[in-house]
């Protein structure tokens, strides 16, 4: 037997995970490390730390597959994508802590380029908004204010450029398109760095990595991985972009939602770039090798939800009204409906399609008989109404019916499934492999390798578990969205207004 490795680098922790020819897993590890907060809207993380934690795991990893004589073909690597490393390329030594994607230290800097008016630039090139949350702002930071000089001895790039270099021992700096396309400087259309963003954000190119495909050997490991020499590296996408390809989404209009703490719908748009959509971020799923050479890239819409699990978190931590989050599928399924409350999580503001800063958490419709399990209703349901919102932008804007939708995540629940495939309409699927994250970045690697011989090869390993038709009556469904939206409404903007207006 054979496997292909998946080092699945994320926020909190890392994760190793070995799939067969199946795409079943047959061994994992994982590990946490550090967050620090230096400043308040400030998120770091040790990129040595990081790399530590990846030796471990494979290291783990590398004992479990040699008692059960398994030989490793390639390596897949997926990564919590806009986190930006730099260190110096001859001793592979950090210059500054990693700048994560939380982070909001560029938040001034990128409302001043808005102001002196490099939206319209940005959106046209990059497909994204500005935001501290992607990349390019955060390596402005570094070189302007983190006390690193931007020049040959620099190497700089997003967390699968990190690992790549420390699999090989600094032999490749590399990234793949979907990494790259969430750094405010890469040129979606095509498929290259954008010389007049890199200058607009004051980032040489040099420092940046060279981009790849998202499936194709890259570099193959040296004698200080833990896996051993000689390893193909075959295999490099940004999480989200890694799910929807281990969701096996490969036609235009599938979609996948990923609920964890926040939740992230992406839809593939084909291979011709479309246009920007307001509310919405334009991404590249990913890129093959070309038959005529080149890259063939793929493209997504992506709407980011700030809030989902994370709501149900703020039920067991700040109200108190459950112990364990696993507790509220019973409390909510107690009743059959919110009986008319809605809750709008913008905890932090709202995520697509409103992308308003300033709205902030609004419960409505609450009477004398609203109970802990109305409220805990509410929060699923605002998971579900949040899902829609983002969906119907996508499908009006790129003239695409949603046939059904590809759920994971830890709280993609029976309950929230069956509330979603009726806000939806369509039937909504969770995979019988919850890591489609990891299994993405196994697919693109194993793909290049010939393990697995083609997207189809890949479409018949992906397998249902369980299957959600939307069953309650479409009338109450509509009226109740509409209710969400005048919901909605009340909670935008309140930020902005001081307690005397």
Not at 235 to 262: R, V, W
Not at 265 to 284: F, H, K, S
Not at 363 to 372: K, S, V
Not at 439 to 449: C, P, R, T, V
Request: net charge negative; with cysteine.
């Amino acid at each position: 037997m054979t496997v292909v490795v998946a080092i699945d680098a994320g926020t909190t922790g890392v994760r190793t995970i070995a799939f067969n020819h199946a795409g079943l897993p047959v061994a994992s590890a994982y590990r946490e490390f550090n967050q620090f907060f230096p400043q308040p809207g400030w998120v770091e993380h040790d990129a040595d730390e990081i790399w530590a934690s990846i030796q471990g795991v494979l290291s783990e990893l590398r004992a479990t597959l040699a008692a059960a004589e398994e030989t490793i073909v390639a390596i897949g690597i997926t990564d919590q994508r806009e986190t930006i490393v730099a260190w110096d390329r001859a001793t592979g030594t950090p210059l500054h802590r990693a700048i994560v994607w939380q982070d909001r230290r560029t938040a001034d800097f990128c409302a001043q380029l808005e102001s002196d008016g490099a939206l319209d630039q940005v959106r046209s090139t990059t497909g994204l908004v500005l935001d501290p949350y992607f990349s390019g702002s955060k390596a402005n930071w570094l070189f302007t204010n983190g006390g690193i000089t931007p020049d040959d001895s620099v190497a700089i790039g997003t967390i699968d450029s990190w690992l790549v270099w420390k699999l090989t021992d600094g032999a490749a700096h590399v990234t793949d398109a979907t990494n790259a396309s969430r750094t405010m400087l890469f040129d979606i259309r095509t498929g290259e760095w954008s010389q007049d963003l890199c200058d607009l954000l004051a980032v040489p190119q040099g420092v940046l990595p060279r981009v790849v495909p998202s499936s194709g050997r890259v570099a193959t490991t040296a004698s200080t991985c833990a896996l051993g020499a000689g390893i193909p590296i075959s295999g490099i996408a940004g999480d989200q972009q890694a799910s929807l390809f281990g969701q096996a989404c490969f036609e235009p209009g599938m979609a996948k939602n990923t609920y964890g703490t926040g939740s992230f719908v992406l839809m593939n748009m084909g291979t011709q770039c479309p246009a920007p959509v307001e509310g919405l971020l334009t991404t590249i799923a990913w890129s093959l090798p070309a038959s005529t050479g080149g890259l063939q890239l793929t493209y997504a819409y992506e709407g980011a939800i700030f809030v989902t699990g994370s709501g149900v978190q703020w039920l067991r931590d700040g109200l108190h009204l459950i112990e364990n989050s696993s507790e509220v599928t019973a409390l909510a399924s107690s009743v059959e409906s919110s009986d008319g409350v809605i809750v709008v999580p913008a905890f932090t503001g709202l995520g697509s399609p409103w992308w308003d800063p300033y709205a902030r958490g609004t419960i409505l419709g609450i009477t004398r008989g609203t109970t802990a399990a109305h409220l805990s209703r509410a929060m699923l349901d605002s998971i579900a109404l949040q899902t829609r919102d983002v969906v119907d932008a996508m499908t009006t804007a790129g003239g695409l019916e949603l046939q059904s939708l590809r759920a994971d995540g830890g709280a993609a629940t029976d309950l929230v499934l069956q509330l979603q495939a009726d806000q939806l309409g369509v039937p909504v699927h969770r995979p019988t492999v919850p890591e489609t994250t990891a299994l993405g970045a196994a697919y693109l690697a194993g793909l290049a390798e010939g393990f697995w011989g083609s997207l189809d090869d890949i479409t018949e390993n992906w397998a249902v578990d369980v299957t959600v038709e939307p069953v309650a009556d479409r009338s109450l469904v509509d009226a109740n969205h509409a209710q969400w939206l005048r919901a909605i409404e009340r909670s935008r903007g309140w930020a902005k207004e001081s307690p005397g207006d």
